[in-house]
């Protein structure tokens, strides 16, 4: 195969890579599960609401680390349950 012919074909996937995937995208957004209202850790305080996870504001200390630990305002070892 010439160079030419090769370039068109790595064109030719990545837009049909990009189309397969944005199409699965659309056709999964109404599948996918409901974000709680609210979660409470055992003693019934609230852990973080839903407001907190659609705005990244729970969820980004835990992926900010120094030294290998993750800095959190919960403490991570306490079980969380969802109420709706």
Request: charged content about 20%; cysteine-free.
């Amino acid at each position: 195969m010439s160079l030419n012919k090769l370039k068109w074909a790595a064109i030719i996937r990545f837009v049909v890579s990009i189309l397969v995937f944005l199409g699965g995208g659309y056709f999964a957004k109404d599948r996918v599960p409901p974000y709680p209202g609210k979660v409470v850790d055992p003693e019934g305080r609230t852990l973080f609401r839903k407001t907190d996870i659609k705005g990244g504001s729970y969820f980004l200390p835990l992926l900010l680390s120094v030294s290998s630990k993750v800095i959190s305002p919960l403490p991570l070892d306490l079980p969380a349950r969802p109420v709706v």
